[in-house]
Nanobody, 119 residues
């Protein structure tokens, strides 16, 4: 099982980035997906959620209206489009997959990708 994030980097305030998370080794279309982020010295923060079909999404208050989560089940990939980036968005971004089967939770984490917003 693997979740591999990509697309991070250095961007100026007001700029955009698109993160990708490529999944393998499990039935991607059966799993909900989330993006989290963690800045140095801070707790991990939930950024966005998307259901397995992509029909429902949810965003943290700090990114609502600026970030968009989407997925392509044919490509086993989830995306995070980040617009109007701010220095406070600087963090390591992680993707997370989960599925609940009766009483069993199946969950996987990616290794993270660094996003730095700075002039």
């Amino acid at each position: 099982v693997q979740l591999v994030e990509s697309g991070g980097g250095l961007v100026q305030p007001g700029g955009s980035l698109r993160l990708s998370c490529a999944a393998s080794g499990f039935t991607f279309s059966s799993y909900g997906m989330r993006w989290f982020r963690q800045a140095p010295g801070k707790e991990r923060e939930l950024v966005a959620v998307i259901t397995n079909s992509g029909a429902i999404t949810y965003y943290g208050d700090s990114v609502k209206g600026r970030f968009t989560i989407s997925r392509d089940n044919a490509k086993n990939t989830v995306y995070l489009q980040m617009n109007s980036l701010k220095p406070v968005d600087t963090a390591v971004y992680y993707c997370y997959a989960w599925r609940i089967d009766t009483t069993q939770l199946y969950e996987y984490w990616g290794q993270g990708t660094q996003v730095t917003v700075s002039s």
